[in-house]
């Protein structure tokens, strides 16, 4: 594989540098990308350097304290634009934590089958694009759930149009793997000299739990919000 430096890193800025000149230019939140693309830089340099450290030290102790970090960053995270953030905060993280967990084990103990049980190199990765699609979904879900329910629709329809719209980035991703784009964990693999072939069924593992983990945890948040909010309780037509 081909070593990138930081100076090497400085090209790959130049279109993000011509985003943002447009973003100021047109008087939009340029001061949010920013803020977000500097703690993107540093958080991924922070984790590089803290990964070496889990995959030395190999203790299931670590991997543990790291997944729980990962999901309640990824509850919180989650419900960012909503204004009842803390309230709903619980409910998302026992969403994220069932969905998402349950897809983590079924993919890690019997597809995988680790040995150990929490290789750190698979374990963590995984758990990552579990926890972040799962994320996404709900703050997409919650988003449109709340519009529906202030719009004056019955549960029911609400929840049903938020569950299709959490799952739109999802569905185009799998409409457009293969076709339009190569996602990360294939790339990465071809990259790092592994047969297209291996690295495309380690793809299908992914796009299904990516999909049954965000399916999942977004079901689970919506029936939590229809006891979070009294008024819809009888009005679930």
């Not at 949010?32 to 030290?57: E, P």
């Not at 709903?88 to 040995?115: D, H, N, P, R």
């Not at 374990?123 to 703050?139: H, Q």
């Amino acid at each position: 594989m081909y070593t990138l430096s930081l100076t090497d890193l400085f090209f790959a800025f130049i279109p993000v540098l011509l985003v943002l000149i447009i973003m100021i230019y047109q008087s939009l939140q340029y001061k949010t990308a920013l803020y977000a693309l500097a703690r993107m830089f540093l958080q991924l340099l922070l984790i590089g350097y803290f990964l070496i450290y889990i995959f030395k030290a190999e203790s299931s102790w670590i991997v543990l304290a790291t997944l729980s970090v990962m999901l309640l960053a990824a509850s919180w995270i989650a419900l960012r634009t909503v204004k009842e953030q803390k309230a709903l905060y619980l409910k998302a993280l026992i969403s994220i934590s069932i969905g998402g967990g349950f897809t983590l084990i079924l993919v890690t103990q019997f597809v995988l089958e680790l040995q150990p049980w929490y290789q750190p190199s698979y374990m963590i990765p995984l758990a990552g694009m579990i926890f972040a699609n799962a994320m996404t979904a709900i703050s997409l879900a919650v988003e449109r759930f709340e519009m529906g329910i202030s719009g004056g629709l019955p549960y029911k329809q609400a929840s049903a149009e938020a569950y299709n719209t959490a799952l739109i980035p999802v569905l185009n991703g799998l409409f457009a793997v293969g076709l339009v784009s190569l996602p990360g964990m294939m790339t990465g693999q071809i990259l790092s000299g592994v047969s297209p072939l291996i690295a495309a069924r380690y793809q299908i593992m992914v796009m299904a739990m990516i999909f049954g983990a965000s399916g999942l945890s977004v079901l689970l948040f919506l029936q939590l919000l229809k006891h979070h909010f009294p008024s819809i309780r009888n009005n679930d037509v």
